[in-house]
């Protein structure tokens, strides 16, 4: 069974910054995903298994900074300028697969998921 850790949710002001550890049991391409109260979960960025390829969501863009550490299996987020509609709940994903295709986006295409972390953004 593949365990998920996640750490660094919190409360911030606008404009803040947090981040997000997420460690887990074996190296896997590794990604968050976040789902506010009354919304769905959504896509938020990801990482390659290597490290070498990163995705984001558009909303997210030149704000977080998705990295890994793969000899502690442990992949980062780094929110910088955050603002009130990115307060949720972030989900690490873990995925087996190893090609990449717009399926990433999908929550299917991951296999395994952390418990979730809330980040709140206000004043």
């Known amino acids: 069974q593949v365990h998920l850790v996640e750490s660094g949710g919190g409360l911030v002001q606008p404009g803040g910054s947090l981040r997000l550890s997420c460690t887990a049991s074996?190296?896997?391409?590794m990604g968050w995903f976040r789902q506010a109260p009354g919304k769905e979960r959504e896509f938020v960025s990801l990482?390659?298994?290597?490290?070498?390829?990163?995705y984001y969501a558009d909303s997210v863009q030149g704000r977080f900074t998705i990295s890994r550490d793969n000899a502690k299996n442990t992949v980062y987020l780094q929110a910088n300028n955050l603002k009130p509609e990115d307060t949720a709940v972030y989900y690490c994903?873990?995925?087996?697969?190893?090609?990449?295709?717009?399926?990433?986006?999908?929550?299917?295409?991951?296999?395994?998921w952390g418990q979730g972390t809330q980040v709140t953004v206000s004043s």
């Open positions: 994903a873990a995925s087996r697969a190893t090609t990449y295709t717009t399926d990433i986006y999908s929550q299917h295409w991951y296999d395994y």
């Open positions: 074996e190296r896997y391409a």
């Open positions: 990482s390659s298994k290597s490290g070498g390829t990163t």
